[in-house]
Structure formats: C-alpha cells, structure tokens
C-alpha cells in the first residue's frame, strides 16, 4: 500500500515569508499526486495536482509544487504567504485509491 | 449544484448506540469514499465503493459498514459504537476519467462524539 510522508507537523511563518511543505511517497510506479488545504472549519479542497507533463504545477492562490520522480516527492510551495493561508495542508497520491499524509498545520502571523 | 452533502454534521452517542452517516452527491460520480480525520493522523480511509452495488474495504473498516444502494448516495454504519470512533467523517467522490479524474471532492464533515 502506498504511504506517505509529510515532514513537518507545524509550521509557524510571518506574513510575507516563504513557504515550503516536504511530501514523500512510496510508490514506484505511476502515480497521480495531489496538495488539498482545509481551512479552519471547513472541508477539504483542492489545492493543486499533478498528473503528467510539466513537473512544476501550479495551483489557486499563487501555490506551487514539483514533482521529483526520482525522490519520490512532490513539494508544495508559496513565495509570500498571507494571513489567510492558515490552514491544515494535505499532500495524497492516488494509485488504484488516494492516500494521505498526516498533514501539516501552517500558522501564519500577522 | 450541492457536491457532496453530509447528515447529520454533528452528532453524539453513547456507547453502544447505532447510527448510520448519509453521503449524497450529485456529479454522477462513479467512486465514493469514507474518511476518518483524527488529529495528527491525516485521513484514513474506511470504506470506499466503485460504482452502484460495490463496497470495499479502506485501511480502517473494522467497526464500520456501508452500503451502496443508489450511485448517488453512500451509508456509513456504526452498528455499536465505541469511543475510539470519535472522530469527523468525510465522506467524498470522484470521477474515474476526464480532465478531474482521480481527484476527490469532499463533503463537509460529520463531527462525531462517543461518549
């Protein structure tokens, strides 16, 4: 079964400071990998996803990630984080079903 | 276009008790799952279902049972509730070709407590 890793738990950042979110999976094989955030009190949504092509994709509210197939990784990054961007972050990787990592929650201060 | 819709949002139990979760979407999507979400554990899954008919199990199921009778609606069962089940339950759905193939959609969460 496929499993993965997400580096950090919690990640305290000022307004304006860049972010960066470590996920790791464990598959092989062909993969489709996702980033979905969950605001306080709200569902999950997504954020961006990678299925093939361009290694760097980007998502909504200026997000980004690459793709590394040969780390197995696929990082999420904001060059200038807001307020508003306090959230809990999810990275999943879909083979056959989608797995989550255990998520990271990002605290932004103002 | 509701999406994904979960009932109830809240409830509590008390050990021992039954109840049955309702996910109803209306996308005509032909995957559907059960998630648990408990702090600093992710999501895990618990049952998920491939089309009308069709249950499987997810890496959480024991307790738990489902049901698939229409596409649209899946049932998540608690037929005797324990405290370790509390939790918050998203139930989401997804497509298996297109441009949003393989990406979820969520409900909003049934908040869960068992006493």
């Known amino acids: 079964a496929q499993s993965v890793s997400q580096h950090n738990h919690h990640v305290i950042l000022s307004e304006a400071a860049s972010l960066e979110l470590g996920c790791n999976y464990s598959?092989?094989?062909?993969?489709?990998l996702f980033w979905y955030v969950q605001y306080p009190g709200q569902h999950l949504q997504l954020l961006l996803k990678?299925?093939?092509?361009?290694?760097l994709v980007k998502g909504i509210k200026g997000f980004e990630a690459e793709f590394i197939k040969s780390k197995f990784s696929f990082n999420l990054r904001k060059p200038s984080v807001q307020w508003s961007d306090t959230a809990e972050y999810f990275c999943?990787?879909?083979?056959?079903?989608?797995?989550f990592g255990a998520g990271t929650t990002v605290t932004v201060r103002a | 276009n509701a999406g994904v819709t979960q009932t109830p949002k809240f409830r509590v139990l008390k050990t021992g008790q039954s109840m049955t979760l309702l996910c109803a979407q209306d996308?005509?999507?032909?995957?559907m799952y059960w998630y648990r979400q408990d702090p600093g554990m992710g999501l895990r899954l618990i049952h998920y279902?491939?089309?009308?008919?069709?249950?499987a199990k997810g890496e959480v199921p024991d307790g738990y049972n489902v049901s698939r009778l229409k596409k649209q609606n899946f049932l998540l069962g608690l037929e005797s509730a324990a405290p370790s089940q509390t939790s918050v339950y998203f139930c989401?759905?997804?497509?298996?070709?297109?441009?949003?193939?393989?990406?979820?959609?969520f409900g909003e969460g049934s908040r869960l407590t068992v006493l």
């Open positions: 989401a759905s997804s497509l298996t070709s297109g441009e949003t193939a393989g990406e979820l959609f």
């Open positions: 598959y092989g094989g062909t993969v489709n």
């Open positions: 990678y299925f093939s092509g361009d290694p």
């Open positions: 999943a990787v879909n083979d056959y079903k989608l797995s």
């Open positions: 996308m005509n999507h032909e995957y």
């Open positions: 279902s491939v089309g009308e008919g069709t249950t």
